[in-house]
């Protein structure tokens, strides 16, 4: 087995750029959204099995659904469709270790799922009329994450070209239904076996080594009163104004939320812990909505937490903040009001720093970049905790730099595909050999 020339790599990655750029943006052509409960990303799927097949990579598909038991999983979220075309991607490079033990196996995964285009407000570009504009490139899936996922192609794709053999398997993965705080298609990829000694997940970072990713969990709390309207001169309680009410108050929840947790991965400005307030709403589903005042009102909100938060600790907290506002504030007391968890929890995960695998990325990114790495927190929930746990690989997040994700004018710097290709070879090299 020869390890290939730094040097020789690094120039076969920059004479392929125009290449890397024309696929990547191909791959953005395909508008691969999920919208709940179903999505589209067949036609981006069967493009990147095709073009693992070139290389001679074993490809796998399957859908979700095909893991015998994964609906009983507790991680398993209820509720998605998988038609025959929203299927997983796994392909792998087998090494030469085989059974004997000699090198380590390495999985790079992304998702192929990408957020809806709305709200329709692009300028730049059409969502999926990709464009290069002054270093950037822009498109939805641009940053998440299909930069990621082309880097991590032509890390491997390249790294064949040159007589590399990998020690250990090398596995490109491409995973269905992310978004929305989904998880089952890399579920499904878990509990399928397609689990390796180390696991890199290519969301975007800005460069950062992540070995730590926030959790999320994600509710509603429901205001509901009585509808009508004030003929009879009678007033009516309108569950609207107190949710105007329950929505300032979420200031006060993200302020004592901050000042009861800390990590030490996660102290750089704009990793704080935060809240959204995704969605108000006063509707009924499925009757027909009077003019007057509404039966209830609907305040849908995200909190993130820090590793080695869980589920009961962060309930506990929740309502003994808001269960005696709800009890006693003027404002709510006219109202019932019901605080209900949607979704599932969204875990976060840490692996250690001092773990070999992510002191080899670390090592890599030296190597390919002349400069240390940033390592630290993403501030962002996603499916790392999966990979960790049921997975059972220690596992970090790293991708490029980019902004406006699920936002019009979603871009990516371009220079970040390249150099992320150089990395994630040099860290193959590194681990399988």
């Known amino acids: 087995m020869r390890a290939p020339d730094r040097a020789a790599l690094r120039q076969a990655i920059d004479a392929r750029k125009a290449e890397i750029l024309e696929w990547t943006m191909k791959l953005m052509r395909f508008p691969s959204e999920n ?10 799927q069967e493009f990147l099995a095709a073009e693992c097949g ?3 990579w074993d490809v796998q598909m399957f859908l979700p659904t ?3 038991g994964i609906q009983e999983h507790p991680y398993w979220l209820a509720g998605r469709s998988y038609p025959p075309s929203r ?48 270093g950037r490139l822009y498109g939805r899936g641009s940053a998440d ?88 001169g009678s007033a009516i309680a309108n569950p609207v104004f107190a949710a105007a009410r329950v929505i300032s108050l979420f200031r006060h929840w993200e302020e004592a939320w901050r000042r009861q947790n800390s990590h030490p991965l996660f102290q750089e400005q704009g990793k704080e812990l935060n809240v959204v307030l995704s969605s108000i709403g006063s509707t009924v589903p499925g009757e027909f909505t009077q003019m007057g005042i509404p039966l209830i009102a609907t305040v849908s909100w995200i909190t993130w937490c820090y590793p080695g938060m869980t589920e009961p600790v962060f309930y506990k907290a929740f309502r003994a903040f808001w269960e005696p506002i709800f009890a006693n504030d003027p404002d709510l007391v006219p109202f019932e009001v019901n605080l209900t968890p949607t979704y599932h929890y969204v875990r976060p995960w840490e692996t250690s720093g001092t773990h070999p695998g992510v002191q080899s990325a670390i090592e890599a990114f030296k190597s390919v970049t002349g400069t240390d790495p940033v390592v630290g927190g993403a501030p962002f929930s996603c499916d790392l905790g999966v990979y960790g746990d049921p997975g059972g690989m220690p596992c970090f997040i790293l991708g490029p730099r980019g902004d406006n994700l699920h936002a019009p004018d979603e871009w990516v710097l371009l220079e970040d595909i390249y ?11 590194r681990w399988s050999a």
């Open 419 to 429: 150099t992320l290709t150089g990395i994630f070879a040099d860290l193959a090299v």
């Open 54 to 56: 070139k290389p001679g």
């Open 35 to 44: 919208r709940p409960p179903t999505g589209a990303e067949g036609e981006a």
């Open 87 to 134: 299927r997983n991607l796994a392909a792998r490079w087998k090494g030469t270790g085989g059974g004997s033990g000699r090198g380590r196996s390495i999985l790079f995964s992304g998702h192929v799922d990408v957020a809806p285009f709305e709200p329709d407000a692009w300028k730049v570009c059409r969502p999926f009329e990709p464009r290069v504009q002054d």
């Open 145 to 232: 994450m299909k930069a990621g996922i082309a880097a991590a192609f032509w890390a491997m794709k390249i790294l064949s070209e040159t007589g590399f053999t990998p020690g250990g398997d090398i596995i490109f993965e491409s995973i269905v239904d992310e978004e929305f705080a989904g998880g089952n298609g890399t579920l499904a990829a878990r509990l399928g076996g397609h689990n390796t000694d180390l696991a890199v997940l290519t969301e975007p970072t800005r460069m950062q080594i992540c070995p730590a990713c926030l959790g999320a969990f994600l509710g509603d709390i429901t205001i509901r009163g009585k509808a009508g309207m004030p003929y009879m």
């Open 66 to 68: 095909d893991i015998s």
